[in-house]
């Protein structure tokens, strides 16, 4: 077993369906992001969990996004610094809320024992529009991105079932060097560090499309221009 921090574990759970919200300005949209706490043990399929469905399955779900997790240390924060005393578990569409852990203690390709499930690191959350429509603020997402509490998504190696009061139990870190916080940031800017910024396109863990915009993003680069950062539209 790798060592690694004691005490981290699942918070809440929770899963919800598409539904039809209406945002008071004569706006409607459709998300899966008002996800409800689910209590006692929670079937984790190779997609997704039991009773969870995703709206805009082209940015949302899939394998490398059965399971989004966000850590209970942010929620004071952005109470904070929102000014909404609701925020809490469930409040940006997470899977898991969990306590013990964050972006820069969590490392791309982790693997992770939860109940009786096994699950990996796949990438950080990049965050839709979706989260700020919710919540009523604007530029929530460049907040997000900003902050680094952008959450992580996770995919299923042995599918099972998992609960609230669950221990995380780390087995397995290939890639130490890359936690979600620093391959969030390096995805997000990387002309701020171009030898990191390689380094990061020859992971073997990172997802292969994010690996050809990296290295579309360093070609403009070389070629004296830039591409934008990530445009949310992931989810």
């Not at 996800?35 to 490398?64: F, I, M, N, W, Y």
């Not at 890359?178 to 391959?183: G, L």
Request: charged share 25%; glycine share 12%; proline share 6%.
């Amino acid at each position: 077993m790798v060592d690694a921090r004691s005490g981290a574990r699942v918070v809440s759970v929770h899963a919800g369906p598409v539904r039809r919200f209406d945002d008071g300005a004569g706006r409607s949209w459709v998300s899966a992001i008002g996800k409800s706490a689910l209590s006692g043990p929670v079937r984790v399929a190779q997609d997704s969990l039991t009773g969870d469905e995703q709206a805009d399955r082209r940015h949302h779900g899939g394998p490398d996004k059965a399971v989004f997790v966000y850590p209970c240390e942010h929620y004071p924060r952005w109470r904070e610094e929102l000014g909404l005393s609701s925020v809490g578990p469930g409040a940006f569409g997470e899977n898991l809320a969990v306590e013990g852990l964050t972006e820069d203690e969590v490392c791309l390709g982790d693997v992770w024992h939860v109940g009786g499930v096994v699950l990996q690191v796949s990438q950080p959350r990049r965050p839709c529009w979706k989260p700020a429509r919710r919540w009523g603020v604007s530029d929530l997402v460049p907040r997000i991105q900003r902050s680094g509490r952008t959450g992580w998504y996770l995919r299923v190696l042995s599918c099972g079932f998992l609960q609230e009061g669950d221990a995380m139990v780390l087995r397995e870190r290939p890639y130490p060097r890359w936690t979600v916080a620093r391959v969030s940031h390096t995805m997000r800017a990387p002309a701020d560090d171009l030898a990191t910024t390689r380094a990061l396109a020859e992971c073997p863990a990172l997802l292969d499309r994010w690996r050809e915009e990296l290295t579309r993003r360093l070609g403009r680069i070389r070629h004296g221009g830039e591409e934008p950062a990530g445009d949310g539209k992931a989810g």
